[in-house]
């Protein structure tokens, strides 16, 4: 089995590395021949995905048949490790997820490839510099991180099982997310130097590239999110964002991504900010690879980082090439990048994306800086010093604040140029809503902004986001209106018909939407509340309103662990509303401990349970309880972010066609005998 | 946006450029203002210090997790720490002089957050560096390109051709995106 896998790969790179030499060679000698040669190199690269398919599914078999004999299924699986996470295995370690990193790039690489007669010639670009990406996460898995490496001594009993805190059913989901948004950010890349390559005149690789972006964008949101919600539920800490170095590999290309979503919108309406977009790009698909770098490499410590290995040279390699290549055909071909139009005001859409662009770019730069600090403390003092959640969220809230106001301000600027009045008109609603919500807050829930500067964060943000959300309903509202003047239909139903007509603007409305809910969501963590308490029979515990008391412990051995759990009913105003059941497990193959958190989650809060352990003395189990206001809004954000996205990716409909006043003909008037 | 839309059929009367530069951002900064002096109101609650100094603070059993948030069982570190961090409180001394004890005690990497000394202080300097540099290019830049001189053809504006006219509906249609 694992000769087959072994030669699969083999027999990928040779496919990969043909489908880029004769490729490139076809592009570089324009001939007769050249036509059937960049065929054979097209079909070489859909070959590619058949062959690392068949590697991945011969993994993933000898995971189901416990074939010790492959060293990655041994330390990452085990006999008793139920089949969703035997199949999760795929990904769940340094040589997996470097083959299922493999096999996504050769699927995106097979529908470019399959779609190759939208533009032949871009799209046989774009083919060899994927083929060329592949190539390298060939060697890797080949020469570097081989995932069908053969135990050596004598065949172990059972594995060492999969890592505890991978053993959740969001781990089965959250790191293909997150790799498809990394990968997929290879197609526009892809696009975009080729398009620099040859010169690509006008914006049609941009045209051809918006759903790759758009898609590729929504499965990152997804990935980093589940990402969030995992920690959440699983880590056991009450949070669900740590700026963790590997959290921040995930949300860094996301920002850039983010940045060049709005910018592209530039290029495509007034061919401005090219060279800035291609930059843009081209930095996203780098800061993906240097993410993986950062979680592989072993240069940072973090609790999602892979073991420390000596594949981070290669990355970096990869990285310096990336950055060879991109800067000299930019250098080459800069003159194509000329903008065709300037800015006229300071007050236009064009100038708020390019300082929303700006508040990006920034956010992702503090990100990078924070990440990397503590390795260059190293280098200049000696000593490694912590960049943790203090010093982000001191840096990135106001930054996000700003971006938040951007928000609100960005969608009701006209292009060229906005005047003040008009500005004033389309804002005072808006922003005296904001202002009534931050005095409804303040005197009617008892918010005080002036006690702390957390409470001060969290009341601008929900002053922000109510702000943004009444822009964007009276931007929904204003255009359903005009469409309800020409076609008779009602307001709701002409909103709808309004955003079918244009799903990529206001299908962005509602990202923005799903955007503040979550930061509403987020604006929630300054109030959160915590307690813990040894739990005995019958004890209680009180906080917010809720009153949780213990009926009883016990403890329970499975196949795959042993577990302990408390049982907890909780009641509020004197009513009984729910029972929990905290938990910690035991896996027996890896000999580690994972918290599985019981929340009762609502819109107003969540009631955050773990079981800690258990007092050595007592025997009685010790409780923590977070009360963590808003939390449900974040998740409920992030599904309307992604139904944003899909709405965005729907083809327009038609443009309601209002007919021209037809110029009659008057009849001569009889003017008598 | 709509009637944002009719504002741009007007020319530009002389000055309004300048008036419509600074009192908006005029009105911006008077806000940001407004809410940054609304955010750094108000001093930290002495109730609160554990709290405060304890998220400061990491837990060194090697898990990255903020001290009060450290919830491995049986770990050898975060309860001894929050006993610490609870005894130096009773004590009266400054926030800063119990961090200090806790960097003594347990190295640098028991600091969340860099220090404002020396060169950690570029940790902090650096973003807002960064955004300060951004926003001035940004301004400096949009400000050169709006005081290059509008080029009028040669011989005043010629009128427009049918062909033209459907290429400023199209642009129209585009810019408004209606």
């Known amino acids: ?673 | 946006m709509f009637s944002g839309d009719n504002d741009n059929l007007r020319p530009p009367s002389v000055g309004e450029g300048r008036f419509l530069a600074s009192r908006p951002v005029r009105t911006l900064q008077l806000t940001l203002l407004t809410l940054a002096v609304f955010a750094f109101l108000g001093a930290g609650d002495q109730e609160a210090r554990f709290g405060t100094l304890g998220h400061k603070l990491m837990c060194v059993c090697s898990c990255n997790q903020v001290l009060l948030e450290c919830n491995h069982v049986g770990c050898r570190y975060s309860d001894r720490m929050r006993d610490e961090l609870a005894a130096a409180l009773e004590r009266p001394d400054s926030d800063d002089l119990v961090l200090q004890s806790f960097v003594q005690k347990y190295g640098p990497t028991v600091l969340l957050a860099p220090t404002t000394t020396g060169f950690n202080r570029l940790a902090w300097v650096m973003p807002y560096l960064a955004l300060v540099l951004g926003l001035t290019t940004l301004v400096l830049i949009v400000r050169t390109w709006r005081m290059r001189p509008f080029r009028m053809p040669a011989g005043g504006v010629a009128p427009a051709s049918a062909s033209e006219f459907e290429r400023f509906r199209d642009q129209a249609r585009r810019d408004t995106e209606i």
Not at chain 1, 2 to 19: E, H, N, P, V
Not at chain 1, 147 to 166: T, Y
Not at chain 1, 330 to 346: D, M
Not at chain 1, 531 to 560: F, P
């Open chain 1, 1 to 673: 089995m694992s000769q087959i896998g072994s030669f699969a790969l083999l027999l990928a790179l040779a496919l990969s590395a043909y489908s880029f030499l004769a490729g490139l060679l076809a592009l570089a000698r324009p001939g007769a021949g050249s036509e059937r040669l960049g065929e054979t190199a097209r079909r070489a690269g859909i070959a590619t995905f058949a062959v690392v398919l068949l590697a991945a599914v011969i993994l993933v078999i000898a995971a189901f048949q416990d074939d010790f004999s492959i060293a990655y299924i041994f330390h990452h699986s085990n006999r008793d490790l139920p089949a969703p996470y035997k199949f999760a295995t795929l990904w769940s370690g340094q040589e997996g997820s470097l083959l299922f990193w493999s096999l996504l790039l050769s699927a995106y690489g097979l529908v470019l490839r399959l779609r190759h007669k939208t533009d032949s010639r871009l799209f046989a670009h774009a083919s060899v510099i994927m083929a060329a990406v592949q190539v390298f996460f060939l060697l890797l898995l080949n020469f570097a991180a081989h995932p069908f490496a053969i135990m050596q001594g004598a065949l172990p009993e059972d594995g060492n099982g999969l890592n505890p805190l991978l053993q959740y059913p969001e781990m089965v989901i959250h790191p293909p997310m997150l790799y498809l948004g990394y990968v997929g950010f290879t197609v526009p890349f892809a696009f975009a130097l080729g398009a620099l390559i040859m010169r690509y005149p006008g914006e049609k690789w941009i045209h051809i590239t918006r759903r790759w972006t758009m898609v590729t964008w929504g499965f990152l949101t997804c990935g980093v999110f589940l990402g969030a919600h995992w920690a959440y539920s699983v880590l056991g800490w009450g949070g669900y964002w740590g700026w963790d170095p590997v959290e921040n590999a995930s949300f860094m290309p996301w920002l850039t991504g983010t940045a060049f979503l709005h910018s592209v919108m530039m290029q495509e309406k007034r061919g401005m900010l090219k060279t800035w977009n291609v930059w843009l790009i081209f930095s996203t698909f780098g800061l993906s690879i240097f993410g993986t770098f950062l979680t592989r490499s072993g240069v940072v410590s973090s609790v999602h980082a892979f073991a420390q290995s000596s594949i981070g040279n290669w990355f970096i390699t990869f990285l310096a090439v990336i950055l060879v290549v991109c800067i000299f055909f930019y250098v080459k071909n800069r003159s194509h990048l000329v903008s065709e139009h300037k800015l006229e005001s300071l007050i236009s859409r064009e100038s708020s994306f390019l300082f929303n662009n700006l508040l990006f770019v920034v956010a992702c730069f503090t990100v990078l800086w924070g990440t990397l600090f503590p390795i260059l403390s190293e280098w200049i003092q000696d000593h490694k010093i912590t960049v943790g959640p203090p010093f982000f969220n001191r840096v990135m809230i106001p930054v996000a604040l700003l971006l938040l106001l951007l928000t609100a301000l960005g969608p009701l600027l006209a292009w060229r140029r906005t005047s003040f009045e008009s500005l004033k008109r389309n804002f005072l609603w808006p922003v005296v809503g904001a202002f009534t919500t931050g005095v409804l807050l303040i005197i009617g829930f008892g918010m005080r902004p002036w006690k702390d500067a957390a409470y001060s964060y969290s009341l601008m943000t929900i002053m922000l986001s109510v702000l943004v959300a009444l822009t964007v309903i009276s931007e929904f509202v204003r255009g359903g209106r005009v469409i309800g003047r020409h076609t008779g239909l009602n307001i709701f139903s002409s909103m709808v018909h309004l955003a079918h007509r244009n799903t990529r603007r206001y299908g962005g409305y509602i990202v923005h939407f799903g955007v503040i809910v979550v930061m509403i969501g987020f604006a929630g963590s300054a109030f959160n509340r915590e307690a813990e308490q040894e739990m005995g029979y019958g004890d209680r515990i009180n906080i917010g309103g809720y009153t949780l008391v213990c009926q009883s412990y016990t403890q329970e051995d499975k196949a795959n662990y042993r577990s302990e759990w408390a049982i907890l009913d909780v009641f509020k105003g004197g009513k009984q509303i729910t029972t929990l059941y905290p938990e910690q497990r035991f896996y027996k193959a890896s000999q580690q401990t994972s918290t599985m958190v019981a929340n009762r989650s609502t819109m107003k809060e969540d009631l955050y349970l773990v079981y800690e352990g258990r007092n050595l003395d007592t025997g009685r189990p010790i409780i923590k309880v977070h009360l963590n206001p808003l939390v449900m809004w974040i998740w409920t954000g992030v599904w309307i972010m992604i139904a944003g996205t899909v709405i965005a990716l729907i083809p327009n409909a038609a443009a309601v066609r209002v007919a021209a006043p037809v110029r009659i003909q008057a009849e001569p008037v009889a003017t008598g005998d």
